[in-house]
């Protein structure tokens, strides 16, 4: 897995989003920011002046957030392996693919 710098309030938005990509989603979605004129923010702006001037008063409630939804959709390698070899071996298995040797 892919190890991402820890949000703190003085992140930039660019670099938060570098870092989650989910990040943009999440924001959107919890705190509705980013999404019309009035929403938006600039890249080099920071995480706590963006949080400021929509009303959130814990940012640590959401830096956990886009970090826990990061967690949540990250998948392995390992796990991107095992299931295309169970994909194949169901193919094979229905007899829609023929394996060569």
């Known amino acids: 897995m892919q190890v991402t710098a820890k ?3 003085p ?3 660019q670099e938060i989003l570098d870092g989650y990509p989910s990040a943009k989603r999440v924001l959107f979605s919890r705190c509705h920011i ?6 938006r923010y600039q890249p080099g702006d920071i ?3 963006v ?3 929509h009303n959130i008063l814990d940012h640590h409630d959401i830096i956990a957030f886009i970090e826990q939804t990061d967690r949540q959709i990250q ?3 390992g796990e991107v392996v095992a299931a295309s070899v169970n994909r194949r071996r169901r193919i ?3 007899g829609q693919c023929r394996t060569t040797a």
């Open 7 to 9: 949000i703190v309030k």
């Open 11 to 13: 992140s930039t938005m």
């Open 34 to 39: 980013g999404g019309w004129n009035s929403c």
């Open 47 to 49: 995480l706590g002046k």
């Open 51 to 53: 949080g400021s001037s």
């Open 75 to 77: 998948i392995s390698i």
């Open 92 to 94: 094979t298995q229905s």
